[in-house]
């Protein structure tokens, strides 16, 4: 983090994504499925939650990233 080096945090971009696993919800392994939110959401979490003093501080902003998979129904993609 910025706030390391003794610099203020301005703002945080939370991009972090994976797509897989794509298969129907009655066949996709759960192990899978865990690791999936554990980048597409927890890892996003953790950050956000570790940031906030530091934002705070400064006004800072906080961006998330997505993809027009977020407004879209795809078939198989149970997961994403």
């Not at 919800?25 to 979490?45: F, G, M, P, W």
């Not at 906030?52 to 027009?68: A, E, Q, W, Y």
Request: charged fraction near 15%.
């Amino acid at each position: 983090l910025a706030t390391m080096n003794g610099q203020s945090l301005d703002g945080l971009v939370l991009n972090a994504a994976v797509i897989g696993p794509l298969e129907k919800l009655e066949l996709v392994d759960l192990d899978a499925i865990k690791a999936h939110y554990d980048v597409n959401v927890h890892s996003q979490l953790s950050l956000l939650q570790r940031c906030i003093p530091h934002l705070r501080k400064c006004n800072g902003r906080v961006v998330f990233v997505s993809t027009g998979a977020a407004v879209n129904a795809f078939s198989g993609w149970s997961a994403y």
